[in-house]
């Protein structure tokens, strides 16, 4: 979980705080200097950073041919930049990463939200803090490039907390995710169904 103090002190002052937290819970690490490298859709393992400077060396090792998150926020690195020699090791200082992360989620809000119209209700925010969350993780947003997207500016109407079925009674939810953002392989899954009463078995 989140430090309240980190969140009011770093993160985008548009987005409530609860909000912020459910971001992170579904996008990025607790651990700072958390990196994931994906090339073609698949998952490369390399070696846990101990320091901040062996995280960014690891980040320009990759960044040419591989698609390089990075931090407790999981931003995709050398967005905006012209040169991977612009990467520092404030992109893993958990403030500013927490500060850059959250000021890229605000932003793919409100390109969501201004895809549906503005919309004004609270009880549409769980949708677009859904579709905002799989744009985040895929990069696109109805064909377009959410990172590299202008913004379209404004303010999102957000709800309290993002509700889940799967919330324990009373307890911060984590949010809805489509079936198909489930990072569970479809061949890994366990079976959820109980069979043992087919064919008059008990």
């Excluded at 060396?57 to 020699?85: F, M, W």
């Excluded at 119209?117 to 490039?145: M, Y």
């Excluded at 590299?148 to 919330?167: H, K, L």
């Amino acid at each position: 979980m989140l430090d309240a103090a980190l969140i009011k002190e770093c993160a985008d002052p548009s987005l409530k705080p609860v909000i912020v937290e459910q971001f992170v819970q579904a996008v990025g690490s607790e651990d700072p200097l958390a990196i994931s490298v994906r090339s073609s859709g698949r998952l490369i393992l390399v070696p846990k950073p101990k320091t901040p400077e062996e995280a960014i060396e690891i980040v320009h090792q990759n960044i040419g041919h591989s698609i390089v998150r990075v931090g407790l926020t999981q931003i995709p690195a050398g967005i905006g930049l012209k040169d991977a020699s612009e990467l520092k090791v404030d992109l893993v200082d958990p403030c500013n990463n927490l500060r850059t992360g959250t000021a890229m989620f605000a932003k793919i809000l409100r390109i969501v939200a201004k895809w549906y119209g503005n919309p004004t209700s609270e009880e549409v925010f769980p949708q677009l803090f859904d579709d905002a969350i799989h744009a985040w993780r895929t990069g696109k947003f109805e064909g377009e490039s959410v990172f590299q997207a202008e913004d379209p500016g404004g303010a999102v109407v957000q709800r309290a907390a993002v509700e889940s079925d799967d919330a324990a009674e009373g307890e911060e939810d984590n949010t809805i995710l489509k079936p198909e953002e489930n990072l569970i392989e479809p061949d890994d899954a366990g079976i959820r169904i109980d069979l043992t009463r087919i064919g008059g078995q008990k």
